[in-house]
């Protein structure tokens, strides 16, 4: 359970390293406030104390010279102001490193990245309801860590790991069904490729 919760908070705040030792005077936002671990962060952090954690709990990339999101945001020096809603529409799109932006060719970014519309991920992010300027805010940085065209500057290498975000293609168990997930009015929606790829729909409530 200890674990689990743990594992949760470093989703919620997609820093890192040992996050106990960063500044929570600044970050602390990221986290949300009477929440065990923030609370243990926010008194370690006044009271001076260093708490370690074994590197085998921290977040890993899923590709080579992968970059988690909010590390990007933070040295493009932005507003302190604007690391919380650029966070809480990294955790709508349930996304934490770069790589999770991006096609399989690790470098452009997705179009559903540009959008309104919730992610899909293996990992629990918790439920966010970013604002229309929260939004505007993202865009603006994405456009700022990548090309006009939405490239990044740098491709990312082979995977190592798997990535938090959904590519949301499956295949069924004797390989003739192709399904296509997204999320539609807060339901899971299925768009089922049969044989003659034809495409159907369906939905199921969360």
Partial sequence: MMRQAYEAF????????????????????????????????????????????DSKYHLKPARIGDELINERFLSMDMEESDLEPLNRVRKHKKVLFLSDLVHCDGTTIRSNM????????????????????????WNSALGTISS????????????VNKGASDRNWFISEDGNNLYHAKVVDFEDTYTVYVGNNQPCSTRRKR
């Fill in 114 to 137: 540009m959008d309104n519309s919730e992610g899909l991920s293996p990992l629990w992010f918790p439920r966010e309801k970013p604002t229309k300027k929260a939004y505007e805010l």
């Fill in 10 to 53: 470093l989703i919620e705040v997609g820093l890192s390293g040992n996050v106990f030792q960063r500044n929570f005077a600044k970050l602390g936002i990221l986290s949300t406030p009477g929440t065990w671990f923030s609370n243990l962060w926010e008194l370690a952090s006044h009271l001076g104390v260093s708490i370690s954690t």
């Fill in 148 to 159: 006009a065209g939405l490239q990044l500057q740098t491709r990312l290498g082979s995977f």
